[in-house]
Nanobody, 135 residues
Framework: QVPLVESGGGSVQTGGSLRLSCAAAGYTFCMGWFRQAPGKEREGVAIINRNGTTDYAAAVKGRFAISKDNAKDTVYLQMDNLRPEDSAMYYC????????????????????????????????WGQGTQVTVSS
């Protein structure tokens, strides 16, 4: 097992910033952040592959930045210019294993896939950290 330990989160006003961290105690193929607001499905926010390539949800592109310290197997999510619609529980996720492909962040029906055609799900999840943005 590769446990994920999250930190960060909290409450800020619109336009504020927060930084989330997630430490994985072991090798991961890719890591990322997902979020789930009350009454909504979980959605991908940002992911980073071990080679450094990243992907972002359209709603956060230009405001959020994901980075990773491979030596520490820790991923960070810098969130700037936060909006009330960013309020949600944020979950760190990782894939242990993988293949000759780049991870995606496709959530369908409660499952979040690192590779949809092969039905490879993210197989490690953090406990979640709340982010609340007030107007």
């Amino acid at each position: 097992q590769v446990p994920l330990v999250e930190s960060g989160g909290g409450s800020v006003q619109t336009g504020g910033s927060l930084r989330l961290s997630c430490a994985a105690a072991g090798y991961t193929f890719c890591m990322g952040w997902f979020r789930q607001a009350p009454g909504k499905e979980r959605e991908g926010v940002a992911i980073i592959n071990r080679n450094g390539t990243t992907d972002y949800a359209a709603a956060v592109k230009g405001r959020f930045a994901i980075s990773k310290d491979n030596a520490k197997d820790t991923v960070y999510l810098q969130m700037d210019n936060l909006r009330p619609e960013d309020s949600a529980m944020y979950y760190c996720a990782a894939l242990v294993g993988g293949g000759n492909w780049l991870c995606e962040m496709n959530c369908i029906g409660g499952d979040c896939y690192a590779h949809s055609p092969l039905k490879v799900r993210y197989n490690r999840w953090g406990q979640g950290t709340q982010v609340t943005v007030s107007s």
